[in-house]
């Protein structure tokens, strides 16, 4: 019965009726991506969604981003927390995404969001296996850094405990992720309030402050003007 009920809550999650797919991503970029190798990854120490539990952690102030800048072997790249967009370009990084660096910052986890315009409903399946290691592995499985599966599955698990009766409602009622008026559905919604603002301080990297439109419809302006044309080797991901 629980394994019932936890796929009921992943199907109501990911939506019933799936969003047109964005458009794909040039493969040689995701390789590229793939190819490199971070100094100074982020580090996840436990569940953040206990650590912050009842509070809301503190968000970047406005204009901050995330840089990265390769070693000049064009391979090896360091991650830091800027300001502003003129603070990181003096210092020789280029943006990566809006906001400060956070787990999902690599450029591996950037790969893995070009490549997958839909996270939410692969993140929520892997969550079907209702021990920790095996849903774990799952997320891992997706091609991300091991810091920032550990962020997806704590999210996911949050979500799981937070929102459980709302997504089942929402997968009876085979709900599309949006509503006419470009509201999230319900248990989107959910997931947006309940274990969103902690995600988005500890991962970093969202595909909106990346400048990567999604399966899930957003407004525009909520999706950053990032361009990827950093990376030695590989072709320019344009801003949207």
Same mark, same amino acid.
């Given at each position: 019965?629980?394994?019932?009920?936890?796929?009921?809550?992943?199907?109501?999650?990911?939506?019933?009726?799936?969003?047109?797919?964005?458009?794909?991503?040039?493969?040689?970029?995701?390789?590229?991506?793939?190819?490199?190798?971070?100094?100074?990854?982020?580090?996840?120490?436990?569940? #953040?969604?206990?650590?912050?539990?009842?509070?809301?952690?503190?968000?970047?102030?406005?204009?901050?981003?995330?840089?990265?800048?390769?070693?000049?072997?064009?391979?090896?790249?360091?991650?830091?927390?800027?300001?502003?967009?003129?603070?990181?370009?003096?210092?020789?990084?280029?943006?990566?995404?809006?906001?400060?660096?956070?787990?999902?910052?690599?450029?591996?986890?950037?790969?893995?969001?070009?490549?997958?315009?839909?996270?939410?409903?692969?993140?929520?399946?892997?969550?079907?296996?209702?021990?920790?290691?095996?849903?774990?592995?799952?997320?891992?499985?997706?091609?991300?850094?091991?810091?920032?599966?550990?962020?997806?599955?704590?999210?996911?698990?949050?979500?799981?405990?937070?929102?459980?009766?709302?997504?089942?409602?929402?997968?009876?009622?085979?709900?599309?992720?949006?509503?006419?008026?470009?509201?999230?559905?319900?248990?989107?919604?959910?997931?947006?309030?309940?274990?969103?603002?902690?995600?988005?301080?500890?991962?970093?990297?969202?595909?909106?402050?990346?400048?990567?439109?999604?399966?899930?419809?957003?407004?525009?302006?909520?999706?950053?003007?990032?361009?990827?044309?950093?990376?030695?080797?590989?072709?320019?991901?344009?801003? #949207?």
């Amino acid at each position: 019965m629980r394994a019932v009920a936890a796929a009921a809550l992943l199907a109501a999650c990911a939506g019933a009726r799936p969003a047109p797919e964005p458009p794909t991503a040039d493969a040689r970029l995701v390789a590229a991506l793939r190819s490199k190798v971070a100094l100074d990854p982020p580090a996840l120490d436990g569940d #953040p969604y206990q650590a912050w539990r009842g509070r809301a952690p503190p968000a970047a102030p406005a204009g901050t981003v995330c840089g990265v800048r390769f070693e000049p072997d064009g391979t090896r790249y360091r991650l830091a927390t800027f300001g502003d967009e003129a603070a990181s370009r003096a210092a020789g990084f280029a943006v990566t995404h809006t906001g400060a660096c956070g787990t999902c910052s690599t450029l591996q986890d950037l790969a893995v969001y070009l490549e997958r315009p839909d996270l939410t409903a692969p993140v929520r399946r892997c969550g079907i296996d209702l021990s920790d290691s095996g849903s774990l592995a799952c997320i891992e499985a997706l091609g991300f850094s091991g810091p920032c599966a550990r962020t997806w599955f704590f999210n996911a698990r949050n979500t799981r405990r937070e929102c459980f009766g709302v997504c089942v409602l929402s997968w009876i009622e085979a709900e599309a992720p949006t509503r006419p008026d470009g509201r999230l559905n319900a248990c989107l919604q959910c997931d947006e309030d309940r274990s969103g603002p902690v995600f988005k301080a500890v991962a970093g990297r969202t595909r909106r402050n990346s400048g990567i439109r999604s399966s899930i419809p957003r407004p525009e302006e909520e999706v950053a003007r990032v361009v990827h044309d950093y990376v030695p080797g590989a072709p320019a991901r344009e801003a #949207p």
